[in-house]
């Protein structure tokens, strides 16, 4: 879970007066005490899901023909990956080239600040709503059989595999009848009710499938995901994120064993804004061409399409918007001398206003 940390800075001034709250670029040992928080920048995570199918062949599939009559039966191990799905999500991490100040001078009101764990800005004298809970995966282990645990001591013993072969099909058979008398009702000892009858199914179907298995074989399928980040300061063209082997699987870039896969990132700033939307209003922001920075400093985010590939395929494409392909803009400081609290929420990928409210 991602820490928030949450600033009160009341102890340095007083409750008397509501005078003005100042941001700057941020020196050390230079700035007075405050605040110092830093704005994202927009990282790019390419998750690549693949499938692993792994087959294992049994240890009497050379007689699964003769005695249970199933054909192509392969005694080769062998294993098969696919990508199953690419996805393209924001992340971010705190641009700590630019940090800024939040100077709280002395008789004044201070706001309350929200930092994530990194130092990001999240939220001014509020809580951001964004939950913070992991998402936990749900899988479920398919029950691993040991054949030979279902096996009898004639089994075992004898010293031939064909030997082995004929008794472990006729053991498949017999069990196959059982089961075939149970759900007819003929079996002479018949369970009271359903409940018993299905423990007893399930126990017969796990043994059948454990003895099948020495002659089919066992097949395991495996999901994983990898994740690829990208932090692009500029337009990126087919950049080599790594390789995927059908055989071996997502691949570093440099292991020459698989096909390459790329990304485009082809950006566009968005024009500054003269305001921005709040609870029944609209704000000043501070004019773009004022450089001195008396107000809060916020991320006015560009956007960019970014398309995931092959040498043959488009795996992944979507329009995100990125923190460093836009700019930095500035509330007017006028919004924090009023006695009234400004609550103040951004977003936290992209260091953008989500809301400014009274």
């Known amino acids: 879970m991602k820490k928030i940390a949450i600033v009160s800075a009341l102890l340095l001034g007083g409750m008397a007066s509501y005078a003005q709250t100042t941001v700057s670029n941020y020196t050390p040992g230079v700035t007075a005490e405050g605040v110092v928080y830093y704005l994202p ?3 790019i995570n390419v998750n690549v899901t693949v499938e692993k199918t792994t087959y294992t062949p049994g240890e009497l599939c050379q007689y699964a023909d003769r005695y249970l009559r199933i054909s192509n039966i392969s005694d080769k191990e062998d294993v098969q990956c696919a990508i199953k799905e690419v996805t393209v999500t924001p992340s971010a991490i705190a641009n700590t080239e630019k940090p800024y100040h939040i100077k709280f001078t002395t008789n004044s009101v201070a706001p309350l600040v929200q930092l994530d764990e990194a130092g990001i800005l999240m939220a001014i004298n509020t809580t951001h709503p964004e939950s913070d809970a992991a998402e936990k995966a749900s899988t479920t282990d398919a029950k691993e059989l040991n054949p030979r645990s ?22 498949i058979y017999n069990i196959r009848e059982s089961k075939s008398l149970l759900l007819r009702g003929q079996n002479d000892n018949m369970p009271k009710d359903g409940e018993a009858l299905r423990i007893i199914l399930d126990g017969i179907n796990e043994q059948e499938q454990a003895l099948m298995q020495l002659f089919v074989g066992t097949t395991v399928t495996e999901v994983t995901t990898q994740t690829f ?4 300061e500029s337009d990126i063209e087919h950049l080599l994120l790594g390789r995927f082997s059908r055989k071996l699987g997502v691949l570093h870039k440099d292991d020459l064993g698989g096909a390459p896969l790329y990304i485009d990132i082809k950006g566009k700033q968005v024009a500054a804004a003269d305001t921005v939307a709040t609870t029944g209003k609209k704000k000043q922001l501070m004019p773009k061409t004022k450089t001195k920075l008396d107000g809060l400093v ?4 560009g956007k960019a399409t970014v398309k995931v590939y092959n040498n043959t395929t488009t795996l992944a494409e979507a329009t995100m918007p990125l923190a ?5 803009e500035t509330l007017a400081t006028a919004l924090f001398t009023k006695k009234k609290d400004i609550k103040i929420t951004l977003e936290p990928h992209t260091g953008a206003l989500l809301k400014v409210e009274e």
């Open 298 to 301: 916020y991320n006015l985010p």
């Open 150 to 171: 279902y096996m009898t001591e004639e089994m075992l013993m004898t010293g031939s595999k064909a030997k082995m072969a004929e008794l472990v099909a006729k053991e």
């Open 229 to 232: 980040q990208v932090i692009p």
């Open 324 to 328: 460093q392909f836009g700019t930095e």
């Open 41 to 43: 920048k927009t990282v």
